[in-house]
């Protein structure tokens, strides 16, 4: 059986199930291959408007199997969990990804689903950086998407002391949009889901993706004047168009695909 999983779903969802539930789905160099194979498969999909991620069985993702870390300075051409593509590549597709955190999620794991652009978890999930841990540094860009998230003291909380945190307390802090009862999560987010899908431009959604993730660092003045500019190209898209005509006619927008 594939370590990742890929259907689509109506009205328009891609999801991606990591599929190792033995492991608590711990990441190999295969799984990360499968897991953005299945991504570019979404986002090559005109019918796929939405991508939710998550976990087989009772674990969301333990981290990188400990085994392939093991053998991380094996001298052979072996798959490698260093090689391949970052996480962080996430944050450029123009497609929103949704991480459905259904139980236990670490190390690169949570990299991965904080590098989604929105987090569900389940009000059983436990969250670890564990890194430190293991005599490792805060790896894959969570040094970069964690201080974003809870601000910097908190990420070097989280970072140094590897400590174990409920899913509560993530989204006190920032790290989690909510926690919902694990019976519900995907109930919940599949209808999140749907709703953006049905109800939202694909157009609107990944320009104001990219907006977020580069203006994080402009002034806001320049980010103002870019926005003007985005603001510009939109009216001349038929998804304004429709999006007018639509409220004026009281009726569900048909918005087109995104066009890439």
Same mark, same amino acid.
């Given at each position: 059986?594939?370590?990742? @999983?890929?259907?689509?779903?109506?009205?328009?969802?891609? &999801? *991606?199930?990591?599929?190792?539930?033995?492991?608590?789905?711990?990441?190999?160099?295969?799984?990360?291959? %499968?897991?953005?194979?299945? @991504?570019?498969?979404?986002?090559?999909?005109?019918?796929?408007?939405?991508?939710?991620?998550?976990?087989?069985?009772?674990?969301?993702?333990?981290?990188?199997?400990?085994?392939? &870390?093991?053998?991380?300075?094996?001298?052979?051409?072996?798959?490698?969990?260093?090689?391949?593509?970052?996480?962080?590549? *996430?944050?450029? =597709?123009?497609?929103? *990804?949704?991480?459905?955190?259904?139980?236990?999620?670490?190390?690169?794991? &949570?990299?991965?689903?904080?590098?989604?652009?929105?987090?569900?978890?389940?009000?059983?999930?436990?969250?670890?950086?564990?890194?430190?841990?293991?005599?490792?540094?805060?790896?894959?860009?969570?040094?970069?998407?964690?201080?974003?998230?809870?601000?910097?003291?908190?990420?070097?909380? %989280?970072?140094?002391?590897?400590? *174990?945190?409920?899913?509560?307390?993530?989204?006190?802090?920032? =790290?989690?949009?909510?926690?919902?009862?694990?019976?519900?999560?995907?109930?919940?987010?599949?209808?999140?889901?749907?709703? &953006?899908?049905?109800?939202?431009?694909?157009?609107?959604?990944?320009?104001?993706?990219?907006?977020?993730?580069?203006?994080?660092?402009?002034?806001?003045?320049?980010?103002?004047?870019?926005?003007?500019?985005?603001?510009?190209?939109?009216?001349?898209?038929?998804?304004?168009?429709?999006?007018?005509?639509?409220?004026?006619?009281?009726?569900?927008?048909?918005?087109?695909?995104?066009?890439?």
């Amino acid at each position: 059986m594939s370590e990742c @999983l890929y259907e689509v779903r109506e009205p328009g969802i891609g &999801l *991606i199930t990591l599929n190792r539930p033995e492991r608590l789905n711990a990441w190999t160099a295969r799984l990360g291959r %499968l897991y953005f194979e299945s @991504l570019d498969k979404a986002m090559a999909d005109p019918n796929v408007r939405v991508v939710v991620v998550t976990g087989a069985g009772k674990g969301y993702c333990a981290g990188a199997d400990l085994g392939t &870390l093991q053998g991380a300075n094996a001298d052979d051409d072996d798959e490698s969990i260093l090689d391949g593509r970052m996480q962080d590549e *996430i944050t450029r =597709m123009p497609k929103p *990804i949704i991480a459905a955190i259904n139980g236990a999620v670490a190390g690169v794991g &949570l990299v991965q689903a904080l590098m989604c652009d929105l987090r569900f978890a389940a009000d059983t999930a436990k969250i670890t950086c564990a890194f430190s841990k293991r005599g490792l540094v805060a790896e894959y860009g969570v040094s970069w998407v964690l201080p974003r998230l809870v601000g910097p003291a908190n990420a070097l909380d %989280l970072l140094m002391s590897s400590r *174990i945190v409920m899913p509560n307390e993530a989204h006190a802090m920032g =790290m989690i949009n909510k926690v919902v009862p694990a019976a519900q999560l995907m109930d919940v987010v599949m209808a999140y889901a749907s709703d &953006l899908a049905m109800n939202v431009s694909p157009a609107s959604m990944a320009v104001m993706k990219s907006q977020v993730y580069n203006d994080y660092e402009k002034d806001v003045a320049t980010a103002s004047k870019d926005a003007l500019v985005l603001m510009g190209e939109s009216f001349l898209r038929p998804d304004f168009k429709e999006g007018v005509l639509s409220y004026v006619q009281k009726r569900q927008a048909q918005f087109p695909p995104l066009s890439l």
